[in-house]
């Protein structure tokens, strides 16, 4: 028996090995997410080229404007105020807060991963969702919700009670695109209260609720938030259904892991936006990065294989639209 073990555990690294290596890992991805906002910046694209061009308006001797502490207005007034005190450029400030939050998150979902004895299925995955261009966005463009997602996960796996409850709450203040996470999180648990074996409740019933909250947040978030009008191609919707059919079948038994069962509603709120003209893309790269700690920490050999061959197409196909839109 002893030997047994040893041998199906002998991908599985010690402890201390384990954070090391995944401390090492998130400060390289830090660098990297840096790299790629600093890209960005020069290129003109994603959100970071509006929040330069927003404070270059304003000289360093200039008071900061007047502006309102809804949406992004506490953001911006954080900015400024960093700006001044330490004397320093606005894509400094920006780059250190995309180093900090891609290295926390990234160590974080390292060093969580229970499914030791996959762990050299898992590399290949981990260095492409970590690298796709719809997950590294998730930090280096949309810094502010980058920060908020930070705190949400801090608080859904390292705390409980009333300091889970502060954080949920503040990560919802600071981004209100963690509110669906908030949602979906107490709603999994409410779920899981109810005795499945009394009332035959199952999967199927599960999903079908899902959904039907998802269409709900698509349709609350439409109507009381600012949600951009979809601009995306139809080739590159074609990719997010490819992916999703993944997430959705690659296993049963995600829908009853919180982090399959988050992963699977982001995936059914950015459709059900579609339907409403209401783009919710950052959605998908939330998606996949759950997904992926479902696997980590619950996954099995075939479904961590099926889901790296499924996504290795996804994975070229957005990096040369990225390379495309880069050179174009």
Do not use: C, W
């Not at 900015?79 to 330490?86: A, R, V």
């Not at 600012?226 to 690659?250: D, G, H, K, R, V």
């Not at 790269?285 to 997904?291: D, E, P």
């Amino acid at each position: 028996m002893s030997s047994y073990s040893q041998k199906k555990y002998r991908f599985s690294l010690s402890s201390g090995l384990n954070k090391l290596i995944a401390f090492i890992f998130s400060i390289f991805y830090g660098f990297f997410i840096v790299l790629m906002l600093r890209l960005q910046y020069q290129l003109g694209s994603g959100d970071i080229g509006s929040y330069i061009y927003f404070f270059d308006q304003f000289n360093a001797n200039a008071d900061a404007p007047q502006i309102s502490l809804r949406a992004d207005g506490a953001f911006r007034l954080t900015i400024f105020f960093l700006q001044d005190y330490f004397d320093i450029e606005v894509l400094s400030i920006l780059a250190i807060f995309a180093f900090f939050i891609s290295s926390i998150v990234s160590y974080i979902f390292l060093l969580n991963i229970k499914s030791q004895k996959y762990l050299v299925y898992l590399l290949p995955l981990i260095l492409m969702i970590f690298t796709t261009p719809i997950v590294q966005a998730l930090f280096s463009s949309y810094i502010r919700s980058g920060i908020a997602f930070s705190m949400l996960m801090i608080g859904m796996i390292y705390f409980r009670g009333i300091f889970q409850l502060l954080l949920f709450g503040l990560s919802s203040i600071i981004h209100f695109s963690m509110i669906p996470f908030v949602g979906f999180y107490i709603l999994f648990h409410m779920i899981r209260r109810i005795k499945y074996s009394e009332i035959k409740l199952n999967n199927t019933f599960t999903l079908i609720l899902l959904i039907f909250t998802s269409v709900v947040v698509a349709i609350v978030g439409g109507i009381f938030q600012e949600i951009n009008p979809i601009n995306s191609s139809f080739a590159y919707n074609l990719l997010i259904l490819y992916i999703s059919l993944f997430i959705i079948f690659t296993s049963r038994r995600s829908i009853r892991n919180i982090f399959g069962f988050l992963s699977m509603g982001m995936v059914f709120v950015y459709f059900s936006g579609l339907f409403m003209d209401s783009s919710y893309s950052r959605y998908i790269g939330y998606a996949v990065l759950l997904y992926f700690f479902f696997l980590a920490q619950d996954g099995k050999r075939n479904e961590i294989e099926i889901f790296t061959a499924g996504f290795i197409p996804f994975y070229i196909l957005t990096n040369y639209f990225m390379l495309t839109n880069f050179t174009s």
